[in-house]
């Protein structure tokens, strides 16, 4: 029983117990989902073992997202431990090299813009492509973007180029999968402190800051987000799609 009862659906970007995708991982089991991971490389997969056993998800493999092969790998996989079709996906997934996220974003180099967006933006399409064809029933696919898609942030440089992008293209997703009952949208998180997140520039200042100003006075954490991505997973929110919800204590109105 529970708000994803029946509902099966694949989570990449677990890297530990303080990833994003955790706290949404927990939260769709909790309503009842029943799950399966990818990890990125053999240092990763010693730790999403772990977590995946904790939740009894399927592991379907090594995903490297600028490795078209092993996504194949992962969505064949899971048409493997899903014979009866996948409901959602949840993509965490983002990076940029630690030395442009800081200073200026005129500094931005060809290769990181490019391989920034590939992983940040790009990844997100290439998976929508493979779980189209897994999604007989319909489904749900939701990414992770933030605030600094929307506005200058200090220190976020390419990734809010990257983020913007992927907003857009979580626009133009929900249109093309619309007919085939398919829901895109995405969660705007407010700044939590994960692996990813150390490597912003000022990072603990940027905490302070929304502590001082979201109008809750804090900040969000994976648990709340996690709870969020349960609801736009779900048939609770049947009649969207192409929505940018944000998590984040209310500071997009005061920012
Ligand atoms: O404040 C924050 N933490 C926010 C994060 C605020 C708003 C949004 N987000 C977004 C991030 O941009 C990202 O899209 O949430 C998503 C999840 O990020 P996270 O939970 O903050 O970070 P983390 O736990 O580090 O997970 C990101 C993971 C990678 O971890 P590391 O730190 O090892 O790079 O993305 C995965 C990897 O597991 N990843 C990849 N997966 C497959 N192929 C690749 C890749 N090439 N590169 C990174």
Redesign the pocket.
């Known amino acids: 029983s529970g708000l994803l009862a029946g509902k099966r659906g694949l989570v990449?970007?677990?890297?530990?117990n303080?990833?994003?995708?955790?706290g949404i991982a927990r939260s769709a089991r909790a309503h009842g989902a029943e799950l399966a991971f990818?990890?990125?490389g053999d240092a990763?997969k010693k730790r999403v073992e772990p977590l995946a056993r904790e939740l009894e998800a399927h592991i379907v493999g090594h995903?490297?997202?600028?490795d078209p092969a092993s996504i194949d790998a992962a969505f064949a996989r899971t048409a493997e431990v899903f014979p009866e079709g996948l409901d959602f996906v949840v993509?965490?997934?983002?990076?940029s090299d630690k030395d442009e996220l800081t200073g200026r974003y005129v500094e931005t180099s060809e290769a990181n813009f490019t391989k920034s967006l590939l992983?940040?933006c790009y990844?997100f399409t290439a998976i929508a492509q493979r779980a189209e064809k897994l999604m007989t029933n319909g489904g749900s696919l939701l990414?992770?973007?933030?605030?600094g898609a929307e506005k200058w942030m200090p220190h976020y440089n390419v990734?809010g180029v990257a983020?913007a992008a992927l907003e857009a293209s979580v626009r133009y997703l929900a249109a093309d999968l619309g007919p085939s009952k398919i829901r895109v949208n995405a969660?705007?998180?407010?700044?939590?402190?994960?692996?990813?997140?150390s490597?912003?520039g000022d990072?603990r200042y940027i905490l302070k800051w929304n502590e001082y100003n979201a109008p809750l006075r804090r900040t969000v954490t994976?648990e709340e987000v996690g709870e969020t991505a349960a609801y736009l997973v779900s048939d609770m929110s049947r009649g969207m799609t192409g929505e940018i919800l944000h998590v984040d204590a209310g500071y997009h109105v005061v920012g």
Do not use: E
């Not at 993509?91 to 990076?95: G, L, N, P, R, S």
């Not at 969660?187 to 997140?197: D, E």
């Open positions: 990449l970007g677990v890297a530990n303080r990833s994003i995708a955790w990818t990890y990125q990763l995903c490297d997202v600028t993509h965490c997934i983002a990076f992983i940040s990844s990414t992770l973007t933030y605030y990734m983020k969660i705007s998180a407010g700044p939590i402190k994960t692996l990813a997140a490597g912003i990072f994976i």
